[in-house]
């Protein structure tokens, strides 16, 4: 809970918005500081370089127009040879839509195991209520996702690891995992 704290966590281009590179060089892949120097001169916000295959790149950056795109690949291509492979849009509307959703879904996950484990327990009163094993329940949840979370953040902060929409659903596997160990 520490690390969430100091360090938060590092939101991916899924929920910021922006824009993914995906190119292949011919030949020998240029060091992350060379490809960061080449782009330099271009307004593309803070670069994430990640190497790819062997010779393969993908730039992550903030949401560009086409022009801007096609004067990316131009950079890259001085003095190799490049060939893309992909080209993503997030607009930083969808990205914020993304995080809406994401929440409500969660809201919406942590009620239904509520209502769940009370119905389930309905006929045991004893020492307490149902709907009072559901908390419960919620408690150890919130135990169990805290772990994943402080290592997302920690790796966040060392490596630059995103969350993005596989890690939401890798956790809410975990949420599930988790509840049905609980119950």
Same mark, same amino acid.
């Given at each position: 809970?520490?690390?969430?704290?100091?360090?938060?966590?590092?939101?991916?281009?899924?929920?910021?918005?922006?824009?993914?590179?995906?190119? /292949?060089?011919? =030949?020998?892949?240029?060091? !992350?500081?060379?490809?960061? %120097? *080449?782009?330099?001169?271009?307004?593309?916000?803070? @670069?994430?370089?990640?190497?790819?295959?062997?010779?393969?790149?993908?730039?992550?950056?903030?949401?560009?127009?086409?022009?801007?795109?096609? /004067?990316?690949? =131009?950079?890259?291509?001085? !003095?190799?040879?490049?060939? %893309? *492979?992909?080209?993503?849009?997030?607009?930083?509307? @969808?990205?914020?839509?993304?995080?809406?959703?994401?929440?409500?879904?969660?809201?919406?996950?942590?009620?239904?195991?509520?209502?769940?484990?009370?119905?389930?327990?309905?006929?045991?009163?004893?020492?307490?209520?149902?709907?009072?094993?559901?908390?419960?329940?919620?408690?150890?949840?919130?135990?169990?996702?805290?772990?994943?979370?402080?290592?997302?953040?920690?790796?966040?902060?060392?490596?630059?690891?995103?969350?993005?929409?596989?890690?939401?659903?890798?956790?809410?596997?975990?949420?599930?995992?988790?509840?049905?160990?609980?119950?």
């Amino acid at each position: 809970m520490v690390c969430l704290i100091v360090f938060g966590l590092n939101p991916g281009i899924d929920f910021t918005g922006g824009s993914i590179l995906e190119v /292949e060089y011919k =030949q020998e892949r240029p060091s !992350n500081k060379i490809i960061k %120097e *080449k782009l330099v001169d271009i307004d593309l916000g803070k @670069i994430h370089v990640q190497p790819t295959g062997e010779r393969g790149v993908i730039l992550r950056m903030k949401d560009i127009s086409e022009d801007t795109h096609q /004067e990316v690949l =131009q950079k890259l291509k001085e !003095n190799n040879e490049v060939e %893309e *492979k992909r080209f993503e849009a997030i607009g930083p509307a @969808i990205g914020s839509e993304l995080k809406k959703t994401t929440k409500i879904v969660i809201i919406f996950s942590l009620l239904a195991i509520v209502l769940y484990i009370a119905f389930a327990f309905r006929k045991i009163s004893q020492p307490v209520k149902s709907w009072q094993y559901g908390i419960a329940a919620l408690l150890a949840l919130f135990h169990d996702v805290l772990i994943p979370l402080g290592v997302f953040s920690v790796l966040g902060k060392i490596y630059g690891i995103q969350i993005t929409i596989p890690v939401v659903v890798a956790l809410l596997t975990v949420l599930g995992y988790s509840i049905n160990d609980t119950v």
